[in-house]
């Protein structure tokens, strides 16, 4: 039985970090689905980027659309709804037949709006309406602006994958925000059933510290981060305020460990879905990282409920000089500043194209 397959069967999701157009009709995405457990897919603006500048797949689209008068962010979310209610049409079987929890795909909002969650809300609404699938989660960062947002999305009824989440806290804090859109609804009459996951990202901290650490900490930060904010999300689901919650019919923010391509090159390359295989939970790959596990990936065991030794691993590292708190902080300012980089890059890319397009 491949790798993937028994981590599926261990009961976590295996998603694909990846996204471009010649995946969804070259076959190769049902491929992936078919024969590596594959059960959803999430998207950024760099995978975008380079999904549309490097292949000539959506030349056509682009001057159609150009022709129509879109450009910028307007021409961009057309290309990318296009790319993902395919990729949720295929995993909709998926979405039916775990009842909501599984077949997931993912678009996120202008990462511009980041300080003004009035607007972030308006765009996640109208994403997910112009989308029109029950499965597509809109992406909203885990910051401290960010937490409004996410609240009032989830309360307006918008599945919402929380990003950019780096610590425990910043975790805890995705899930207070998601718990009290989710009571606001109850207090509405409305229906708790809205879904949503928790990506908190896992090889940054390693890419960090890997000039700094000594070589017996090397590559462990990463995991042991993970490990203790699955110890958190496990807590938190028997809590009384969660319990109440789901009595009432709402179902879990699942924990999604997201960037967990190794960043190492003398570290395995399936390092990180190896160390965290854990069950009601999701691991977001990038393509080769999913290809080399279902090669020669292995699945030893679960993690821990109790999050195993991460507190000892987190120790030696605050013991070694590193402040772990600031840290998360700057991991997590660092990769908003990447992401309004890479969605810069993204719309001078599309303008680029549009332009030698349309001279063409």
């Known amino acids: 039985m491949k790798a993937t397959k028994q981590l599926h069967d261990l009961g976590q999701s295996l998603w694909l970090d990846n996204i471009t157009r010649e995946l969804l009709t070259s076959g190769t995405l049902k491929r992936y689905i078919d024969e590596l457990s594959v059960t959803g897919l999430t998207s ?146 409305l229906s708790p059933d809205v879904r949503s996951v928790a990506s908190l990202f896992i090889s940054r901290w390693d890419k960090a510290t890997m000039e700094k650490v000594p070589a017996g900490l090397r590559n462990k930060l990463g995991v042991a981060i993970g490990m203790q904010a699955y110890q958190a999300y496990r807590d938190l689901l028997d809590s009384d305020r969660w319990q109440r919650l789901e009595n009432q019919g709402a179902r879990p923010q699942r924990l999604l460990f997201a960037s967990t391509g190794a960043k190492d090159p003398a570290a395995s390359d399936v390092l990180y879905i190896s160390a965290l295989a854990a069950p009601h939970t999701v691991n977001t790959m990038p393509e080769e990282t999913l290809l080399a596990f279902g090669d020669h990936g292995q699945v030893s065991g679960a993690l821990a409920r109790d999050g195993g030794d991460a507190g000892q691993v987190l120790a030696e590292f605050s013991k ?18 990447s992401f309004n980089a890479s969605w810069q890059d993204l719309l001078n890319s599309i303008g680029l194209k549009s332009k030698s397009l349309k001279a063409a």
């Not at 879109?70 to 209610?85: C, K, P, R, W």
């Not at 070694?320 to 500043?337: I, R």
């Open 320 to 337: 070694a000089g590193f402040d772990l708190v600031k840290m998360a902080t700057d991991l997590q300012e660092d990769g908003a500043k």
């Open 44 to 189: 950024n603006p760099t995978i975008f980027e380079h999904a549309i500048t490097r292949s000539s797949a959506y030349d056509e689209e682009i001057r159609r659309l150009v022709k129509l008068g879109h450009s910028g962010e307007a021409l961009f979310f057309e290309l990318a709804i296009e790319d993902l209610t395919q990729a949720a049409d295929m995993f909709a079987h998926v979405h039916e037949r775990t009842a909501g929890v599984d077949g997931w795909v993912s678009l996120e909002v202008s990462p511009l709006l980041a300080h003004d969650a009035k607007s972030t809300v308006a765009e996640a609404k109208a994403l997910h309406r112009k989308a029109g699938r029950t499965n597509l989660f809109i992406k909203i960062p885990g910051t401290k602006e960010g937490a409004a947002a996410i609240e009032e999305a989830i309360f307006s009824g918008v599945p919402v994958n929380v990003t950019l989440l780096f610590s425990r806290e910043q975790y805890l804090n995705a899930a207070d925000a998601y718990m009290r859109g989710l009571e606001r609804r109850l207090a509405a009459g």
